[in-house]
């Protein structure tokens, strides 16, 4: 059972331009969400997050858009740059017994000089 | 701020040995710990988690064991590695100051 659902596996984005990663979730009891940024043989690192109270949560370049009654996230990076590439997670928190992160599988961004 | 320590960083292993992954935490008392893997385009999914010395509660059935046997050590082990045990495996913790992720082992087994 997939509780987190990031749709595309793949992004191709002209360097200068918006890009737009979506990310669905399931679980009402997520209680914030996160985005992560990756490079191969490498931990996440942790780019935004926003709590489930909130709809727009905004840092530098980096927006992240929550609508709760659509169980949607989107991340959008603005203006994107060839150091953006890399693969994108989308994470959700859940606290039900123990607090857990729970990934969606990754959208490959790719900034096109 | 909370460190995790992960290694080795990358494992070639032949089908059947064991396994032993090691992770240590700095910085930080009394943390929940997670193991997560990551096959080849996959997603990131939830192994195991411990939310204390000896507590290990395990996500999804499979060869697999993890141990908590220090309050800031977590290991990863298999008596038997399988060729599905391949992919990118990597320690979390999570204290006050967020989730903290190590910088992973790469498994390959042959």
């Known amino acids: 059972d997939q509780q987190v659902k990031q749709n595309s596996p793949s992004l191709s984005v002209q360097e200068g331009r918006i890009s737009i990663l979506n990310c669905d979730y399931t679980n009402s009891m997520f209680d914030y969400f996160l985005w992560y940024k990756k490079y191969p043989a490498e931990g996440p690192t942790f780019l935004i997050s926003i709590s489930s109270i909130k709809d727009k949560n905004e840092d530098g370049r980096f927006t992240v858009f929550l609508n709760k009654s659509a169980k949607h996230l989107s991340l959008h990076i603005v203006p994107s740059q060839p150091g953006d590439s890399a693969v994108y997670f989308c994470?959700?928190?859940?606290?039900?017994?123990?607090?857990?992160?729970?990934f969606g599988q990754g959208t490959r961004l790719t900034i096109n000089p | 701020s909370q460190t995790i320590h992960q290694w080795p960083a990358t494992l070639v292993q032949p089908v059947g040995s064991p396994l032993s992954l090691e992770c240590t935490v700095e910085g930080t008392s009394n943390p929940n710990l997670y193991w997560y893997r990551q096959a080849a385009g996959r997603g990131l999914q939830l192994l195991f988690y411990?939310?204390?010395?000896?507590?290990i509660s395990s996500e999804v059935p499979q060869n697999l064991s993890a141990s908590r046997p220090q309050d800031r050590q977590f290991i990863l082990s298999s008596k038997k590695l399988l060729l599905s045990d391949s992919g990118f495996y990597l320690c979390?913790?999570?204290?006050?100051?967020?989730?903290?992720f190590g910088s992973g082992t790469r498994l390959t087994v042959v």
């Open positions: 979390a913790c999570i204290r006050s100051g967020g989730y903290t």
């Open positions: 994470a959700a928190n859940l606290i039900q017994g123990a607090q857990k992160l729970v």
């Open positions: 411990s939310v204390g010395i000896g507590q």
